[in-house]
T-cell receptor
């Protein structure tokens, strides 16, 4: 199965700033997914990213807040913009390849 | 749209005892079913998956799960739990015509000596 490298693994950020999370896959994949896991909660899909097209966002998530790039078939970034403490979560990227594989996650704390 | 229910929020089990985690799904057709484990501070690791075929699925770390269509269930089992199995377990459902995964709320497993 695919191996995903996600970074940073954790960060503490000031409110009002932005953080870009990177996700690198060791093979070419059509779709990449970004999830949010709020403290003590399950995973919620933020958006689906296809190479060469705009990401598709789930209800409750907007591009201005969570812009996503997908420049090629092995890489994607998620930016959390204008952060507030409510954005403190674990953010995970995922790919579908005979089962969904997840990155190790980015633990974000906004102060 | 598909959905998942994990009825047990927290389970405590003694080391060496058996473990069963419940998962019920809602989906009109044959679902794709997954179990993931998340250790504290870690990402998600796939334990096993069901797409089709044999309804008893073997996974990593000695886990297995059984798909029961009549009960809309995909319960996870392990015959003998080790202290390292203490973690959060998530059941997830997908569909053949939809790449989105829906996750259950998770079950926290505590292993006592």
């Amino acid at each position: 199965s695919a191996v995903i490298s996600q970074k940073p693994s954790r960060d503490i950020c000031q409110r009002g700033t932005s953080l870009t999370i990177q996700c690198q896959v060791d093979s070419q994949v059509t779709m990449m997914f970004w999830y949010r896991q709020q403290p003590g909660q399950s995973l919620t899909l933020i958006a689906t990213a296809n190479q060469g097209s705009e990401a598709t966002y789930e209800s409750g998530f907007v591009i201005d807040k969570f812009p996503i790039s997908r420049p090629n078939l092995t890489f994607s970034t998620l930016t959390v913009s204008n952060m507030s403490p409510e954005d403190s979560s674990i953010y995970l990227c995922s790919v579908e390849e005979r089962g969904y594989t997840f990155g190790s996650g980015t633990r974000l704390t906004v102060v | 749209a598909q959905s998942v229910t994990q009825p047990d929020i927290h389970i405590t089990v003694s080391e060496g005892a058996s473990l069963e985690l419940r998962c019920n799904y809602s989906y009109g057709a044959t679902p794709y079913l997954f179990w993931y484990v998340q250790s504290p501070g870690q990402g998600l690791q796939l334990l096993l998956k069901y797409f089709s075929g044999d309804t008893l699925v073997q996974g990593i770390k000695g886990f297995e799960a059984e798909f029961k269509r009549s009960q809309s269930s995909f319960n996870l089992r392990k015959p003998s739990v080790h202290w390292s199995d203490a973690a959060e377990y998530f059941c997830a459902v997908g569909a053949s015509n939809d790449y989105k995964l829906s996750f259950g709320a998770g079950t926290t497993v505590t292993v006592r000596a």
